[in-house]
């Protein structure tokens, strides 16, 4: 694991299929129930927590201040950090909106409280239903539910132009 990435625990409230708000170690807000999270680099002193809540909006932890992040308005459920050369060399990957056979995968930088596409969308061969970030933050994976109803993990990194 990327040692400059320290361990976050949710608890998770297996009756509605959501984490709580509750994190360990504590972001010095009260954070919103979330359906996904993830922790961004921006330098050896800044890694700002990035929420998904269950109400759709996506937010921001820094400094124990939780802020709406705008741009992001059309991101589906689920994301993932990971670090790269490219931009400012931490993107988010999110997968694509809405219930469709097919699904998507685009990256964003994020230098403040704006999504900004940092790709195109990769088109993905069924519906993405879960994305974390590689031990060495170096790459994503997703899981894909295909149309002939199995499952494939893919691993997926950024070449920058």
Excluded at 39 to 66: C, F, H, M, Y
Aim: glycine share 10%; aromatic share 8%; charged share 15%.
């Amino acid at each position: 694991m990327d040692p400059s990435i320290s361990s976050i625990k949710a608890f998770y409230n297996a009756a509605r299929n959501y984490f709580t708000g509750v994190v360990t170690p504590g972001r010095g807000a009260d954070l919103p129930p979330f359906y996904s999270a993830a922790q961004l680099i921006r330098s050896a002193s800044d890694s700002p927590l990035l929420l998904n809540g269950i109400d759709g909006k996506v937010q921001i932890v820094e400094n124990g201040t939780l802020k709406p992040v705008a741009g992001a308005r059309d991101w589906g459920s689920d994301f993932a950090a990971l670090r790269t050369g490219c931009g400012g060399g931490s993107q988010i990957v999110v997968s694509g909106s809405g219930a469709a056979e097919t699904d998507s995968l685009r990256a964003f930088d994020l230098p403040a409280q704006e999504a900004i596409p940092a790709s195109a969308p990769l088109a993905m061969d069924g519906t993405v239903t879960a994305l974390w970030t590689a031990p060495d933050g170096k790459s994503v994976f997703a899981v894909v539910h295909g149309m002939n109803n199995r499952y494939e993990v893919d691993s997926v990194t950024a070449l920058c132009n």
